[in-house]
């Protein structure tokens, strides 16, 4: 059974960089894609990006400014940096796998099957 | 392509069922809708995607249908452990996964 679990500083300055790993364990990074996708309080779930191991990466354009995304093969480990925060980069910041059916040669059914428990990052002096 | 889900909250008693909505401003494909069950405390889990396929686990009192820019998650008979909270996703192009804004199932 796959398990995700995220770790980094649950407090963060303004203006400094969020960073979070996600530790994976039961079965390898390589061939998935992996998202973060994070929860404001009273907010919708946002998704803020997802990348595989041959170097496709794809953030949210409301903070691709912001994002770096990455991943240690060796370690099994997912990666996010969020810089520049303020508080409304207040949220739970979940990691999570990207699940997909292969239909006829095409890729659909999109969705994240495995998550972590997710962390809750605080921005604030 | 944004979401709206209704109704907000939902006050249903065990045993009845529960009807949820969730609509696109657009068209989509009926492959790229799926929908999760959040508890308190809890990531997502994911029930259904494709708008109609059971992830694998999920009792089958919980079913999906839909297309075009309505879709719907039944829970045919609730059960004490399905009070929670239900989002709907789209698969798109920018950005790649959007979210719904939830329907609230509480206990009536």
């Known amino acids: 059974q796959v398990h995700l679990q995220e770790s980094g500083p649950r407090l963060v300055k303004p203006s400094e960089t969020l960073s979070l790993t996600c530790s994976v364990s039961?079965?390898?990074?390589?061939?998935?894609?992996w998202g973060w996708i994070r929860q404001a309080a009273g907010k919708d779930l946002e998704w803020i990006g997802h990348l595989i191991n041959t170097g496709d990466t794809n953030y949210n354009p409301s903070l691709m400014s912001r994002v770096t995304m990455s991943l240690d093969v060796s370690k099994n480990e997912i990666s996010l940096r969020l810089n520049s925060v303020t508080a409304a980069d207040t949220a739970v910041y979940y990691c999570?796998?990207?699940?997909?059916?292969?239909?006829?040669?095409?890729?659909?059914?999109?969705?994240?099957?495995?998550w972590g428990q997710g962390s809750l990052v605080t921005v604030s002096s | 392509i944004v979401l709206t889900q209704s109704p907000g909250t939902l006050s249903l008693s065990p045993g009845e069922r529960a009807t949820l909505s969730c609509r696109a401003s657009?068209?989509?494909?009926?492959?790229?809708l799926a929908w999760y069950q959040q508890k308190p405390g809890q990531a997502p889990k994911v029930l259904i995607f494709g708008a109609s396929f059971r992830a694998t686990g999920i009792p089958d009192r919980f079913s999906g249908t839909g297309s075009g820019t309505d879709f719907t998650l039944t829970i045919s008979r609730l059960e004490p452990e399905d009070f929670a909270m239900y989002f709907c996703?789209?698969?798109?192009?920018?950005?790649?996964?959007?979210f719904g804004p939830g329907t609230k199932v509480d206990i009536k």
């Open positions: 657009q068209t989509v494909s009926s492959g790229d």
């Open positions: 999570a796998r990207m699940g997909a059916t292969k239909l006829r040669d095409l890729w659909t059914h999109y969705r994240y099957d495995y």
């Open positions: 039961g079965g390898s990074i390589i061939g998935f894609y």
């Open positions: 996703q789209l698969y798109g192009s920018s950005p790649a996964f959007t």
